[in-house]
């Protein structure tokens, strides 16, 4: 990834699949480095990540899951998780895609298949990341300003303990499980790392787990860099950590860090939004999908498309104390 350019997100793609890949994307308002490895020598794995854009570009979701089957199985979810990420494209709530999820999970028919996941949401205006996260290792989080690391996750007092229902559980093991929300507002040269379980528990030669507070111990002995670079430094500490060991599991990890191309809220802005919705319906339909990319009804939502203001009236996230 080192010296390439990065690639540009349009409004209304999806990116991302269980395939290899070591690439940096744009986004307004984001950047993302990211890097996924299936296991040994295939073409594919369990590990499934997503990136999307919507049609103002002010809404920019990521998707990680961890799959626990295998080969078709994966695939067929893979292309269940896209079609959902195109369905939720202008949505800036993640919990009505985390549920779609869990719901789909949970019809399939294939004996036991779960999946940890997290669905997380940038919305540009306010730098607000908002995160759902599904039984699935956490994120770190670098604050520039104050040159730290630290868990990112909701305290667990903010769930209402009368409350007898299953939170934030492994996709597809309870149809009806709930799952929470929280947010974060990142300033510039923040960096969010998100990764799946080959890192927390690789073992070093001496059969010791790396775990979580030995992921946050390792990056924080790391000099400071790009998303780019602190992606490879991350996998290549933890190859040391195992010995030169080649790792047992699919490895994926995504870097997120703000940058300065949001978008201007503008009545062009909001013409352009609903051309390209539009365009995409017709697609949709055209190809035999039912999968519209419909927006939110959300007055701040819509609206903020041409008007600035109302982009700070839209709910993205409960902000954690962390």
């Known amino acids: 990834m080192d010296g390439e350019p990065s690639e540009r997100m349009q409004c209304l793609e999806v990116w991302g699949g269980n395939e290899p890949a070591e690439r940096r994307v744009a986004m307004a308002g984001l950047d993302a480095a990211v890097y996924s490895a299936p296991v040994g020598q295939s073409s594919s794995g369990g590990d499934i990540h997503y990136l999307s854009s919507c049609a103002t570009g002010r809404i920019t979701r990521i998707l990680i899951a961890d799959v626990s089957g ?93 409350d007898s229902g299953m939170f934030d559980i492994p996709l597809g093991i309870d149809a009806d499980g709930r799952y929470s929300q929280f947010g974060v507002r990142l300033s510039q040269d923040d960096i969010v790392l998100f990764y799946t379980d080959a890192l927390t528990e690789a073992s070093s030669p001496h059969g010791r787990m790396l775990g979580e507070a030995g992921l946050l111990e390792l990056v924080r002995a790391m000099p400071m860099a790009k998303p780019e670079a602190m992606v490879k430094q991350v ?8 010995g030169g060991a080649a790792p047992i599991d699919d490895t994926t990890v995504v870097a997120l860090t703000p940058n300065s191309d949001a978008p201007v809220a503008s009545i062009w802005t909001g013409l352009v939004a609903a051309a390209r919705i539009v365009r995409g319906s017709v697609r949709s339909l055209v190809q035999g999908s039912t999968v519209l990319p419909v927006p939110q009804a959300s007055a701040g939502l819509i609206g903020g498309a041409m008007v600035e203001r109302l982009n700070r009236s839209v709910r993205s996230g409960d902000t954690p104390r962390v």
């Open 70 to 162: 295998h080969g078709e199985s994966v695939a067929s979810v893979a292309r269940a998780l896209r079609d959902l990420m195109r369905r939720f494209i202008n949505y800036i709530d993640p919990t009505r895609m985390i549920n779609g999820l869990n719901r789909e999970f949970a019809a399939l028919d294939n004996g036991g298949l779960f999946a940890t996941a997290i669905v997380a949401t940038y919305w540009a205006p306010t730098r607000t990341l908002s995160i759902s996260n599904a039984g699935h290792p956490r994120p770190l989080w670098y604050r520039a300003k104050r040159g730290t690391w630290s868990v990112l996750a909701l305290e667990a007092s903010a769930n209402d303990p009368e």
């Open 235 to 242: 996998v290549d500490g933890v190859a040391a950590y195992r």
